[in-house]
């Protein structure tokens, strides 16, 4: 097959239509686009789907920043780390938690606490304002047990595959409360099979 000039000069515009457009979409992230949408699916699936029904089982799609790191014999509903009935939420020093301190840090505030979980359980973590509305919270900066990250939430999640004592340490923008008023974290366990405990752990504002 004979190439005429023509063709050639064709050629060799698409070439170099192809390598603009390149250098375009490296300039704007379009090459990035594919890896950065498989990890944003990736984190979408990474979530705990709470019960839809009362009694329906919690299901654990996978693990986030948000869990216990995953260890043999620990998967979610395993029977040696579960019992009947909901989860015994209390504080650290018995049934009923301890105030939970509160500091101000920059333009948040900085509220800890401990509580303890005696099974397996999906954490869901709130911060109530006195008319109970549930407040914003930073979730780079805070911990539950370890660090927890992502943009900001009004209910942290947390996987808890190792029943234990767990400290608590959460960042609030320091605007959404008023000092000298209380305000509650406020804790809710889910286990495998649906079964729920809450627990309130009131606080006062710096």
Do not use: C
């Not at 089982?57 to 029977?79: E, I």
């Not at 999640?157 to 767990?166: A, D, E, G, K, Y």
């Amino acid at each position: 097959m004979n190439v005429t000039k023509h063709d050639k000069r064709q050629l060799a515009f698409a070439a170099a239509l192809t390598a603009m457009l390149l250098i375009a979409l490296a300039a704007v992230g379009g090459v990035s686009y594919a890896a950065t949408s498989i990890t944003h699916a990736a984190k979408a699936a990474a979530k705990v789907v709470s019960p839809s029904k009362q009694h329906g089982a919690v299901v654990v799609k996978g693990l986030t920043s948000g869990s216990d790191q995953y260890k043999p014999g620990y998967g979610f509903g395993d029977k040696n780390h579960n019992h009947s009935g909901p989860p015994g939420l209390t504080g650290a020093n018995g049934a009923k938690a301890p105030p939970a301190q509160a500091r101000a840090k920059g333009h948040t505030e900085r509220v800890a606490t401990t509580i303890q979980v005696d099974e397996q359980a999906a954490l869901y973590i709130s911060v109530l304002d006195p008319s109970g509305n549930r407040l914003v919270l930073n979730q780079n900066g805070s911990t539950v047990g370890s660090k927890v990250k992502g943009r900001q939430v009004k209910t942290i999640h947390f996987v808890m595959l190792v029943p234990r004592s767990i400290p608590i340490q959460l960042l609030i923008p320091k605007n959404l409360l008023q000092s000298g008023k209380t305000y509650r974290i406020h804790v809710i366990a889910v286990d495998h099979e649906g079964n729920k405990t809450t627990s309130d752990i009131p606080f006062v504002a710096a």
